[in-house]
């Protein structure tokens, strides 16, 4: 199964780096986004033999994740050989309405037969929890050089333009020799973070931002206008994500645009 995205140029007027896929609604943007989600997965399984993929935690993925499960046209997904690394996680217990973690396990993996050995929840209350996900990141992909290269990542934004738990101003977004980090301070929204830094999540092979609703479209619009200047990962973390060797599409409803 291959299935591109028919976005004929949209007059959207946002010059966002990588491609923009425009949806009318977010029930056609969940659905887009699953299709090309289940085309990746059949193409890494069938060229690789795993699909490797980190996802995000928030309310805008519950309904893409939950779409996942029920839509007929997803039951393809190779779920038995996937594993599902975590993007960012608050250094919260497992049990907090606040992680990333369990939101996910609810949305989705306590249904999708990927055995729990394949499953990468960061363990955020150790001494050292970036170093120890390095480590299983290592094991699981094996020999590499540079970063390893997830499969598909699934980003969000915030209001501030951060992504991940890149905040502006913040200590990660300067790291480049490591790829997860604690991230902690005046300018990391309470309680400190683990996350993916710039270096891993721009060796992926695809990458989504998904921003859905009116009240992104602010931010969208301090990106396309930072754009235009250049990037600025230290004021607007999100324009960071600049792929080494893959793809970076936006995912935005109509209303996400200013529509």
């Not at 780096?17 to 059949?42: K, R």
């Not at 997904?77 to 608050?90: A, G, L, N, S, Y």
């Not at 996910?104 to 120890?132: C, N």
Request: aromatic residues 8%.
């Amino acid at each position: 199964m291959t299935y591109e995205l028919n976005d004929p140029a949209a007059d959207h007027g946002l010059a966002l780096p990588g491609e923009v896929h425009v949806a009318p609604d977010a029930d056609t943007l969940y659905d887009d986004l699953g299709l090309v989600f289940t085309s990746l997965a059949l193409r890494a399984d069938d060229e690789r033999g795993a699909f490797h993929i980190a996802l995000s935690g928030g309310t805008t993925p519950w309904p893409f994740y939950q779409r996942l499960l029920i839509d007929t046209r997803f039951r393809e997904i190779p779920w038995e050989r996937t594993h599902i690394w975590i993007v960012d996680e608050r250094r919260v217990p497992d049990d907090d309405e606040r992680n990333n973690f369990k939101s996910l396990r609810g949305a989705l993996l306590e249904d999708i037969p990927t055995p729990a050995s394949q499953v990468h929840p960061m363990m955020v209350m150790k001494d050292d929890p970036a170093a120890m996900y390095e480590e299983e990141m290592r094991t699981a992909f094996g020999a590499t050089q540079g970063p390893p290269r997830m499969d598909f990542v699934l980003l969000g934004m915030g209001g501030d333009c951060h992504t991940a738990s890149l905040f502006p101003n913040s200590d990660a977004i300067h790291v480049t020799d490591r790829w997860i980090v604690v991230n902690d301070g005046p300018n990391v929204t309470p309680p400190p973070r683990v996350t993916m830094t710039y270096p891993l999540l721009n060796a992926a092979r695809s990458l989504a931002v998904l921003c859905i609703g009116a009240k992104k479209s602010e931010a969208l619009r301090r990106v396309a206008d930072q754009i235009r200047t250049g990037p600025d990962p230290v004021n607007v973390p999100i324009t960071g994500i600049q792929p080494t060797d893959g793809e970076l599409t936006w995912y935005l409803d109509a209303e996400a645009t200013g529509a």
